[in-house]
């Protein structure tokens, strides 16, 4: 085997080596997804709903991991992220400020249903988004990758 091939051998063969002694905090962090799903007006369910998704963050961060949190409401779960009676409006800006990036989303179809029953628009709260159905919403996520959870 000629010098130069020799020092090549040499060099790959440290280099996988370092590779393979690369402790885990330097790989790539793991990242969590958890889409959440309303679909009752029921206080509890939603408060148990933002109170999974601040403690998955906490328990992932913890371990120096990453979590991407959706909450999807639809039927009488669109109470949840209605601006004029929301239950836990309070609760929903405690939850943003312990889950980064925390997506609320609103069923279209359902708000377009209430909008027909009470004859006014419904107000969504700040940040929130409206999406085109909430059943199809939570399929997209499922199918991207996140673990579904109804409290």
Not at 44 to 72: C, F, H, P, R
Not at 100 to 114: E, Q
């Amino acid at each position: 085997m000629s010098t130069g091939l020799r020092f090549l051998t040499l060099v790959a063969a440290i280099v996988f080596s370092a590779a393979a002694l690369t402790p885990a905090a330097a790989q790539e962090t793991k990242t969590h997804r958890i889409v959440i799903q309303v679909t009752t007006d029921d206080m509890g369910t939603m408060n148990m709903a933002l109170g999974n998704a601040m403690n998955a963050q906490e328990y992932y961060s913890s371990k120096g991991e990453d979590l991407i949190v959706e909450i999807v409401t639809y039927g009488p779960g669109i109470t949840m992220l209605r601006d004029d009676i929301s239950p836990v409006k309070e609760r929903i800006s405690e939850a943003r400020n312990a889950v980064p990036g925390l997506a609320l989303s609103m069923c279209n179809n359902s708000k377009m249903g209430a909008e027909r029953r009470e004859g006014h628009e419904i107000p969504v709260i700040e940040g929130a988004q409206v999406v085109p159905a909430g059943i199809v919403r939570v399929t997209e996520l499922q199918e991207m990758g996140y673990t579904y959870a109804k409290p």
